[in-house]
């Protein structure tokens, strides 16, 4: 018997965890976190619904920690096995966990705190950074497209996502004793075909059953060049004052930094500095470098054409900021400056302090580049909102918001149907996470009617019979 239970990223975008179990062998697809804000108090709430020392084995799509997030707690509650994953995603995991884990000790020691003065009872964290190492040393790497046996009668491929570095669609061939293994293909994040950097999706294999990610599966993205035009007219238009752009320090950052590469060998950034203020996004681009040979080719012969052996060599104009005090000194500088800093949706990360010395400015031109998931200050401004709050304090947003659809690493709606419609054989089964209920209500309307692909939407803890 083959089940599958989605405990995450059903009916929603994070939290990416789905439960795949073939007779007695458990293994778990993802472990990720859920976002929004306050992390102490989401991952107080934040229960995993399955005993992590029954599970056999663990996959990893990608390193974000929407899918990867909750591994320390994974192993702090006892779960001892291996976690398959690409290498690139283990040199990407060691930064973006022990990032999380820092900043999650520093919210819970701010709370407890607070509750000392209230003479309440402090907490204990629910994992720390032997969690964060111990799931390091559980990583077993497995390079793209190598079919590997994860467990009795579990064959494992991974293929190339094409989201960010490292990024793979998990394919497993299920041997339950049933006739002929039951194929399953579990997308992870599918990247955005159009986007630089990173390559197309790979060719999907055969399969019976397709997990998908639905996050724009409601819309499409403004086309590559149209975004790059209005690219353009925002820092036309921002001549004269700053841009602040809020950017994931793995994926998006790398792209907006070889997009302005490209711009800069145009001559189309003069009289502008680019700084990168990010620790983590700074790490992060020194890891792309590492495995340029991964990206797209095109994209490789561009910064090849111009002598750059790295993508920090391609933007001439760039300045990594070295410390905090380097990051305040910016304050002082009023025009001329593109600021990139985390986090993305603006729930942490340096950006805070930014936004609180320029979102009241209307000279400030704040710059979105991604997905601003429910509860997060980014949707609050990408919505429109005129105040805010920064450090519990209210502040009027007098700054101009622009959102760049087109540099989504996620497929739009079009590019969702196109991989779909690409699986060759008989049409597989779909089951649709990784999606607000709008945008996966919507994709599963459009792939019935003009695909004719039988579609389901798990529900939270539901558990789906794959084969009886
Ligand atoms: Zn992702
Ligand atoms: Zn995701």
Not at 330 to 340: A, D, K, P, T
Request: aromatic share 6%; hydrophobic share 40%; with cysteine.
């Amino acid at each position: 018997m083959i089940t599958l239970t989605c405990h995450g990223a059903a009916t929603e975008v994070t939290g990416s965890r789905h439960l795949l179990t073939v007779n007695d062998q458990r293994v778990l697809l993802d472990c990720g976190m859920h976002q929004g804000r306050d992390l102490a108090k989401r991952l107080k709430r934040d229960s995993l619904p399955f005993k992590a020392r029954q599970l056999d084995a663990v996959v990893l799509s990608h390193a974000h920690l929407d899918h990867s997030g909750a591994l320390p707690r994974l192993l702090r509650r006892g779960y001892r096995g291996p976690i398959y994953c690409t290498g690139a995603t283990l040199n990407l995991l060691a930064v973006l966990l022990k990032d999380a884990c820092n900043l999650y000790l520093k919210d819970l020691e701010r709370d407890n705190l607070v509750r000392k003065r209230r003479g309440q009872k402090t907490q204990n964290p629910v994992y720390d950074m032997e969690d964060v190492l111990a799931v390091l040393e559980a990583c077993q790497v497995v390079p793209y497209n190598l079919a590997t046996a994860i467990g009795p009668g579990i064959t494992l491929t991974l293929l190339d996502a094409g989201h960010i570095l490292g990024a793979a669609m998990v394919h497993l061939a299920l041997d339950d004793g049933q006739g002929a293994p039951l194929r399953l293909l579990f997308s992870g994040d599918i990247g955005n075909a159009d986007s630089p950097l990173m390559r197309d999706p790979a060719p999907r294999p055969e399969v019976d059953w397709v997990m998908m990610e639905s996050t724009y599966g409601n819309r499409n993205h403004r086309s590559y060049p149209a975004t790059l035009a209005e690219l353009e007219t925002v820092l036309e238009a921002a001549r004269g004052g700053v841009v602040l752009v809020p950017a994931f320090a793995v994926g998006r950052t790398q792209e907006v930094l070889f997009q302005l590469g490209c711009f800069y060998h145009q001559g189309k950034l003069t009289g502008w500095h680019v700084v990168l203020d990010s620790p983590m996004a700074i790490e992060v681009t020194q890891i792309y470098d590492q495995w340029l040979e991964l990206m797209d080719p095109e994209d490789l012969a561009m910064l090849s054409r111009e002598g750059s052996a790295t993508l920090e060599a391609f933007l001439p104009c760039l300045h990594l900021t070295q410390n905090t005090d380097e990051s305040m000194g910016l304050n002082r500088i009023n025009q001329g400056l593109i600021i990139i800093a985390g986090s993305g949706m603006c729930n942490g990360g340096r950006i805070l302090h930014h936004l609180k010395h320029r979102i009241w400015d209307d000279r400030t031109h704040l710059l979105f580049t991604g997905f601003q998931a429910r509860g997060t200050l980014g949707r609050q401004l990408v919505e429109g909102e005129k105040r805010v709050k920064l450090f519990g304090q209210p502040y009027a947003v007098r700054a101009q918001v622009h959102t760049l659809g087109g540099f989504s690493a996620h497929a739009d709606q079009r590019q969702l149907l196109a991989w779909l419609a690409d699986f060759p054989g008989p049409r597989p089964k779909v089951l649709l996470v990784h999606g607000e209920e709008g945008a996966q209500l919507a994709l599963k309307a459009t792939i019935e009617a003009q695909l004719g692909h039988q579609v389901a939407i798990p529900e939270p803890g539901q558990t789906r019979v794959l084969r009886s």
